[in-house]
């Protein structure tokens, strides 16, 4: 009887439901990790009659079941806090992306990130490198349409930042004397991070008018680092007066020489009461050793110095799918691409609308209590199918008996 056979069918569809709800509740706690999810289509029909222009509908007899598809829900799982910086999650559609030792890319949602002996940024579980795009090792900048490569965060590196802005601020006597002066000095620092002290020194000229001088004990014999007038409005305002200042070594002992900076004078008023200048702000840094790094929203990752600098190291690399539900999942928390998923497009997280958020993990999709339910309702299919061949069975051997 082919009803035995259809039943067998009914099984084998209901057993590999069955095997798909399994995997998913094991697969509970698995950090973004995707639902699967099974559907059945019939199989091919056996036609008793075609019907007839006369009122009669064709006649077909069903012989069984399979498995139409078994595909993954690819929804955003919840995000679990972890507070640890290189725990990443995606708030998005986009994956990030990693190379094997032999340099084969696979794409991943497990942000569970480390560095490696070489400072590698690389994946915990398996040792693959994150791709992104290196920063440049002076100005921080980031080429993002160059080629990604593997990224590499310089643990216990230093870091110096060149003075490039100074400024003073303050009040200059206005019932001071022609002639009469008044000094102050600001620290500011060369490109191996090396202070060097400047002593400005101004002095009246005219009413409203001030020469400034810089000198520092720093710089080459029988040279002047930065001259200039300040002239004040009948308001005692700077209406002109900001210069810049070239320091040339004496012995640079390798650092960029001449030192050049802006040296802004727009915080100094001329009122009648004691000149009270005084340095306010310079950009630069002595050195310092990295102490932490988090990594921002777009990906970029940042370190920052002990001697308060922040730095840019570089930024992940994201990938997006036309066809996310058509990648296929190579095991471990890695997908890669297929004919149907379409090629990956490599981009920032921003870029293709992603949000990273550092710090967190993203969760499986998994819902226990839909599983469960579709536990039972495969089970009892599975049970009916059984029953429907034993009832085929029961019948056969009627029909033998007959015989006898």
Same mark, same amino acid.
């Given at each position: 009887?082919?009803s035995?056979?259809?039943?067998?069918?009914?099984?084998?569809?209901?057993q590999?439901?069955?095997?798909?709800?399994?995997?998913?509740?094991?697969?509970?706690?698995?950090?973004?990790y995707k639902a699967g999810?099974?559907?059945?289509?019939?199989t091919?029909?056996?036609?008793l009659?075609n019907?007839?222009?006369?009122g009669?509908n064709p006649?077909?007899?069903?012989?069984?079941?399979?498995?139409?598809?078994?595909?993954?829900?690819m929804?955003?799982g919840?995000?679990r806090?972890?507070?640890?910086?290189l725990?990443?999650?995606?708030?998005g559609?986009t994956?990030f992306?990693?190379?094997?030792a032999?340099?084969?890319?696979?794409?991943t949602?497990?942000g569970?990130f480390?560095?490696?002996a070489?400072n590698?940024l690389?994946m915990?579980s398996?040792?693959m490198?994150?791709?992104?795009?290196q920063?440049d090792?002076?100005?921080?900048?980031?080429?993002?349409?160059?080629?990604p490569?593997?990224?590499?965060?310089?643990?216990?590196?230093?870091?110096?930042t060149?003075t490039l802005?100074?400024?003073?601020?303050?009040?200059?006597n206005?019932?001071a004397?022609?002639?009469?002066t008044?000094?102050?000095?600001?620290?500011?620092?060369d490109?191996?991070?090396?202070?060097?002290?400047?002593?400005v020194?101004?002095?009246k $000229?005219?009413? !409203?008018?001030?020469?400034?001088e %810089? #000198?520092s004990?720093?710089?080459?014999? /029988? +040279?002047?680092?930065?001259?200039?007038?300040?002239?004040f409005?009948?308001h005692?305002m700077?209406t002109?007066?900001?210069g810049?200042?070239?320091?040339?070594f004496?012995?640079?002992g390798?650092?960029?020489?001449?030192?050049v900076?802006?040296?802004?004078f727009s915080?100094?008023t001329q009122?009648?009461?004691?000149?009270?200048?005084?340095?306010?702000?310079?950009?630069?840094?002595?050195m310092?050793?990295l102490?932490?790094?988090?990594?921002?929203?777009?990906? $970029?990752i940042y !370190?920052?110095f002990?001697?308060? %600098? #922040?730095?840019v190291?570089?930024?992940? /690399? +994201?990938?997006?799918?036309a066809?996310?539900?058509?990648m296929i999942?190579?095991?471990?928390?890695l997908w890669?691409?297929t004919?149907?998923?379409?090629a990956?497009l490599?981009?920032?997280?921003t870029?293709?609308?992603?949000l990273?958020?550092s710090?967190?993990?993203?969760?499986?999709n998994?819902?226990?209590?839909?599983e469960?339910?579709n536990?039972?309702?495969f089970?009892?299919?599975?049970?009916?199918?059984s029953?429907?061949?034993?009832?085929?069975d029961?019948?056969?051997?009627?029909v033998?008996q007959?015989k006898?």
């Open positions: 009887m082919s035995i056979y259809t039943g067998v069918s009914g099984m084998q569809a209901n590999q439901a069955v095997e798909v709800v399994a995997n998913n509740v094991a697969n509970l706690n698995t950090i973004a999810r099974i559907s059945f289509q019939e091919l029909l056996r036609t009659s019907g007839g222009q006369e009669t006649m077909q007899i069903g012989t069984g079941v399979t498995v139409g598809s078994i595909d993954k829900t929804s955003q919840n995000l806090q972890t507070g640890r910086p725990d990443l999650a995606i708030a559609d994956f992306v990693v190379r094997d032999n340099n084969a890319t696979y794409f949602r497990n569970i480390q560095l490696d070489n590698r690389v915990a398996n040792g490198s994150i791709i992104g795009w920063a090792l002076y100005t921080g900048n980031v080429d993002t349409d160059s080629v490569s593997e990224l590499h965060i310089p643990i216990g590196s230093v870091y110096a060149q802005k100074a400024s003073m601020g303050g009040n200059l206005a019932a004397a022609v002639d009469d008044t000094r102050a000095s600001i620290t500011v620092y490109s191996q991070g090396t202070a060097h002290q400047i002593e020194e101004f002095t $000229t005219d009413a !409203g008018e001030w020469d400034w %810089a #000198t004990p720093d710089a080459t014999v /029988a +040279t002047t680092p930065g001259t200039g007038t300040l002239i409005d009948e005692g700077l002109s007066g900001s810049t200042v070239s320091l040339d004496t012995s640079s390798g650092a960029t020489s001449p030192l900076f802006d040296l802004d915080a100094i009122l009648d009461g004691t000149s009270t200048i005084q340095p306010l702000s310079q950009d630069g840094l002595p310092g050793v102490q932490n790094l988090y990594i921002g929203s777009d990906g $970029t !370190g920052t002990t001697n308060g %600098a #922040t730095r190291f570089g930024q992940l /690399a +994201t990938a997006r799918f066809n996310t539900a058509g999942d190579e095991g471990s928390g890669n691409t004919i149907n998923s379409g990956p490599i981009q920032p997280a870029t293709s609308g992603s990273i958020r710090g967190f993990l993203e969760m499986s998994v819902d226990l209590t839909t469960f339910a536990l039972i309702e089970q009892r299919g599975f049970q009916a199918n029953r429907s061949i034993t009832t085929s029961e019948m056969m051997q009627d033998l007959l006898r």
